[in-house]
């Protein structure tokens, strides 16, 4: 098809997604593709929901749009007692936005506007980890990590300080536990807070399992808990991207559950609205609300289709079937068969250094030499490749570069829908393991 369409890339001619059937994607000319990946981690629910398709059809008869500085309204009060009501300790109020990148947008704006509003305007500093990406307008992409997507944007970004991530493969030395590890990159943390001084710093914002920049790379035990502990310590905000692992992706509904902590703030979106409508959330403590609304009572922030109804609606019913339809469980029984059948099929290949994940969010890290982990030469695009073979096949999976330092290393991260069957599982096994001997031999 040719148009005038500005695309992500302006090379190449892309099939056109025509309807959706389940776990399937089907283009124009009848081809079916396996979601393997969700898109990007976001169509948990597949294409062809039934109930959250008769919630849209059924709000789109009573209201479309409503500006929020007039109105609120019924979709998004329901949806946000919903998320409040199965949220971590604290959680108190909901911020509605279309996005990820706007939540995260959202986030760091409240944490400097709720330390002015407090009386501690000196605090202004973000710390994130490396290899970390909270989003693409300007302040997430400046709280990110991964310097291959900041570097021709680095004049506009403010200033952010990076930390080591929490990755386990590459960093845990040669025979310290798991548990000693976490808490030393951890303390990481302190020892920044306190060379930029605790006077200063705002927030720390991380993932709880990194998705698309390492390939679902979750924190080890004991992790965020001393994050937690840091952050109590020195006044700073702790901030929880879940956008691509929340929302039931890890078996939980909030991926930091299973963490057993709970943040001041977390963003949410991708699995939020199951790509049924564009929505996203900023979740936040009733501490920092209730500085904003016994202090100047506005927020000052806002886009135009924040808490819209048809987003609100598509985002309830979402919830509801995660939910109501025991999803979470099936999450943890299916995701424990992908990895078993990831393991069976390509934990023997001498170029899979680590297969690793939690639920449906899977990551599996391609490596010229398991022995050393010694990645492949970024000229060779391995992750390209293995992405459009896979794509011949009939299998959508989200290969990419960059996986160590923005640079080096390659991934293939996996987030099929929730719904997927043990036969789907075997199919895309399949079809990423033929795509990967494809391009590496073996």
Request: proline letters at 5%.
């Amino acid at each position: 098809m040719t148009g005038h369409i500005f695309g992500r890339s302006t090379r190449g001619v892309l099939p056109v997604a025509a309807s959706g059937d389940g776990c399937y994607l089907i283009d124009s000319d009848g081809k079916r593709y396996l979601d393997g990946s969700g898109g990007a981690a976001v169509s948990c629910l597949g294409h062809s929901d039934p109930d959250v398709r008769a919630a849209l059809h059924a709000q789109i008869d009573r209201l479309a749009f409503a500006h929020t500085g007039f109105f609120t309204s019924e979709p998004a009060e329901s949806l946000a007692d919903q998320l409040v009501t199965h949220a971590p300790a604290g959680i108190e109020r909901v911020y509605l936005v279309s996005g990820g990148s706007e939540a995260v947008e959202a986030a760091i704006k409240l944490a400097r506007q709720y330390f002015i509003e407090t009386g501690q305007p000196e605090r202004q500093r973000i710390i994130a980890r490396r290899q970390s990406y909270h989003g693409n307008t300007l302040g997430a992409l400046a709280a990110g990590g991964n310097e291959w997507r900041r570097a021709q944007f680095a004049p506009l970004l403010f200033e952010t300080s990076h930390i080591a991530p929490c990755y386990e493969y590459r960093d845990r030395h040669v025979g310290e536990s798991r548990e000693a590890y976490g808490l030393r990159v951890a303390d990481e943390l302190e020892a920044e807070i306190l060379r930029l001084g605790p006077e200063t710093v705002m927030a720390f914002i991380a993932e709880p399992v990194v998705g698309a920049t390492s390939g679902a790379v979750p924190a080890v035990p004991g992790y965020l808990k001393r994050i937690r502990e840091i952050c109590d310590r020195y006044g700073v905000l702790l901030i929880l991207d879940e956008v691509m692992c929340g929302m039931g992706r890890t078996g939980h509904l909030f991926a930091c559950a299973e963490d057993g902590i709970a943040p001041d703030m977390i963003t949410i979106a991708k699995g939020l609205g199951a790509g049924y409508q564009p929505i996203g959330a900023l979740l936040t403590s009733r501490q920092i609300y209730t500085a904003i609304a016994e202090g100047s009572g506005f927020f000052q922030h806002g886009h135009t289709y924040m808490g819209h109804p048809m987003a609100a609606a598509a985002a309830r019913a979402v919830l509801d079937a995660i939910l109501g339809r025991g999803l979470l469980a099936r999450v943890l029984e299916q995701g424990a068969k992908l990895d078993a059948a990831l393991r069976a099929e390509l934990g023997q290949h001498p170029h899979i250094g680590d297969i690793r994940g939690r639920g449906l969010f899977r990551g599996i890290e391609l490596v010229a030499d398991r022995e050393t982990k010694a990645p492949f030469d970024p000229a060779r695009k391995l992750h390209a490749e293995v992405k459009k073979r896979a794509f011949e096949a009939g299998l959508i999976c989200y290969p990419m570069g960059g996986t160590i330092d923005g640079h080096r290393g390659d991934h293939v991260l996996l987030a099929p829908p929730f719904i997927i069957e043990d036969a789907q599982i075997d199919e895309l096994v399949g079809k990423l393991a033929t795509a990967i001997r494809g391009t590496l031999g073996a």
